[in-house]
DNA sequence: ACCTGAACACCGTTCAAGT
DNA sequence: ACCTGAACACCGTTCAAGT
């Protein structure tokens, strides 16, 4: 006789998160989240509103994983910079969930958005400008990497030192 | 009595594309792509080998179209970039297919994909290195805000400006 | 409140059959 | 060569029914 754990929005936040960790949101099925929690599909629909609820509860469960890394990665806008790029790669399918979908602001917990914006911010040397420049880098070089977009020659290591020189220069050139 | 219009790559690519510039790429379906050309969904496969191809074919075909106009917009840094936001907000959604989807360089023009780098790479002042760092930063910020996953009271505008000065700033720094 | 089976309207793709 | 209907194994979601 097997217990069934108890079923709630965590676990199935959780279950769905694992989903997508190892397979990619294309696996993510209402049939297999269901299954993965030992109940069946329709079920699901007592505890969440519908698929897209789903992933909005994955997105603010990562959201607020990467915001405590980023604050606790070191200060330097290198090492805030280089934070940014270890998490997305080793998350390679939970980045574009967390950076790529429309916001669910209203299952965010409070100020998250703010705080992680405020890291990005005080990154780019206190210009909120410079901060939204410098995030629309980190996204598009993140992407552009799990996307295999670029060159297969081209020297990824010395393309994130570029930005990086990029950002203190511009910071340098303001003080 | 109708005449139904020739099916080949071609006139697919081409109703593809008209769905998803429309609708978006979730709209593509194998049966509404076959209504739009009057035939079933399963004659396609008598054409391309699977909805994998088709999107391939909607990307070679617009990658072309942008490479084209990317080419033939003024030569400065500022106009290129330019350029390539309007590109991207003017058609939200194909940008994403052909921006943001493995590139099927075997479906490729010779040479377009070189082209395309090349124009990145003279804008940003003939550093490779440079010019990835500038693509990911339009890329980026395009995604951000195709996405609305900036702050609703961001100023775009001056944001964009903030990008043009900062390759600028980068290029004379080494002339 | 929480779970179920059956059903609806969809998918991509395969295949035997027609011309 | 090109097209078809029927089928397979899937989807998200709804709903009446059970406890």
Redesign the pocket.
Known sequence: MTI?KM??RRSIADAARAIIEVNGIDA?????L?AAL??????????VK???EVIALVQSEWLRDFGAGFEAAGKSPSEKIHFYRDWALRNPNLYPVVFQQHLHRDLLPEGLELQILGIVVEAAGGSHLRARALWAQLHGLVDLELHGRLPDDADMEATWREVIRGVEAAIKSTE
């Open positions: 069934r079923v709630n993510l099925s209402m049939r297999t269901a030992d109940i069946k599909a329709p079920s699901l629909y007592d505890h519908n698929r897209e």
